[in-house]
């Protein structure tokens, strides 16, 4: 009877290939994991699929392979880099282990996100993180950004995004009580975009150089407050 699994071990360490579209190696989490495998031990075998493709365990294989310790196997006849991110259940994949994924298969929305973040958080002194820059980019005014990348639902539209974002980096150059940065900010900033079919940065420079702006903890508070302001703001300015 053919079997879906079975065990092995080996130190035959080029037998095992990585899946492009795995997420990054992460260098603390494979020296949390290197430390405990000399500790303890390892416990877990790594999962690879019929071509050796490795599934689950790319950094206990990597701590494994560096002290030249034999690699404990699962060969899963049903697994596939589909099942990625389902396995690695103990260190759960973030937005951005999503979209680098999905970059690499070659999903151009995924690539371009990921290169306008790349340059808004240098160019923001990393204040403006990749997660929040991804989900400016997603081409809705909601949200469900870790439910948009893991489904393949993501897009986005770049020219929404960089008129919020200038307004963002408007704000930060003056004197605020709110984080311009900060997800309520920023939510905001682009709800007010879909409200008004745009928005104006001459608006946001007027209304935040008059005001000091207040940091809301609730999100609906924080919007309302600052379209108040924006409409104040218009007005003055038209």
Not at 180 to 200: E, H, M, S, T, W
């Amino acid at each position: 009877m053919t079997t879906n699994w079975y065990l092995g071990e080996t130190r035959d360490y080029s037998i095992f290939n990585f899946v492009e579209s795995n997420r990054e190696i992460n260098k603390a989490n494979l020296k949390k994991i290197e430390e405990s495998i000399l500790d303890i031990g390892v416990q877990v075998p790594i999962v690879v699929n019929s071509n050796y493709d490795i599934i689950e365990g790319q950094h206990r294989f990597l701590a494994l392979k560096s002290n030249k310790l034999p690699v404990p196997y699962i060969v899963s006849r049903g697994a596939s880099e589909d099942h990625i991110s389902k396995l690695q259940e103990s260190k759960k994949w973030t937005a951005l282990d999503y979209c680098n994924s999905w970059a690499k298969k070659g999903n151009k929305d995924c690539a371009d996100a990921l290169e306008i973040a790349k340059v808004w958080y240098e160019e923001t002194n990393r204040k403006m993180s990749m997660i929040k820059t991804l989900e400016l980019l997603i081409d809705t005014s909601g949200y469900n950004i870790l439910y948009r990348l893991k489904h393949g639902k993501y897009f986005i539209n770049k020219k929404i995004a960089s008129e919020v974002y200038e307004c963002v980096k408007i704000m930060s150059d003056l004197e605020t009580g709110a984080n311009p940065f900060g997800n309520k900010v920023v939510r905001a900033l682009k709800k007010l975009y879909y409200d008004f079919d745009g928005i104006n940065p001459d608006a946001i420079h007027h209304m935040t150089k008059r005001n000091f702006i207040q940091g809301y903890s609730n999100e609906v508070d924080q919007f309302n407050y600052m379209k108040k302001l924006y409409l104040k703001s218009l007005k003055a300015i038209s």
